[in-house]
């Protein structure tokens, strides 16, 4: 089965931090982008940050700069996502894919994975 497979969710207090992996199955990175995405109750997913597939540049939403980062390793191929400052409004399903590009400034995926669940709650 040709997919993504996430891990390192859980429930963390806020100002705590978590360490999410993508690992893929079945395909490579290769020189593809890939994105994280996160999806909060009731609300659309929406991704978070992403990695390029040439180069090391990154691009991420606001509210996450400066708190999260993100680094592949094609030789495992898998992509992780360090969550620290951890807040209630992070709380979601965390889910990785690859863009149809090797940039971030594409918006076609192939590849998704289940998702792994983050709660951020006292």
């Known amino acids: 089965q040709l997919r993504f497979v996430e891990s390192g969710g859980g429930l963390v207090q806020p100002g705590g931090s978590l360490r999410l992996s993508c690992a893929a199955s079945g395909f490579t990175l290769g020189s593809f982008a890939i994105g994280w995405f996160r999806q909060a109750p009731g609300k659309e997913r929406e991704r978070v940050f992403c990695?390029?597939?040439?180069?090391?540049?990154?691009s991420s939403v606001d509210p996450v700069k400066g708190r999260f980062s993100i680094s592949r390793d094609n030789a495992k191929n898998t992509v992780t996502l360090q969550m620290n400052s951890l807040k209630p409004e992070d709380t979601g399903i965390y889910s990785c894919a690859r863009v149809k590009s090797a940039f971030c400034s594409g918006d076609s995926y192939d590849y998704w994975g289940l998702g792994t669940q983050v709660t951020v709650s006292s």
């Open positions: 990695i390029a597939g040439v180069g090391t540049s990154t």
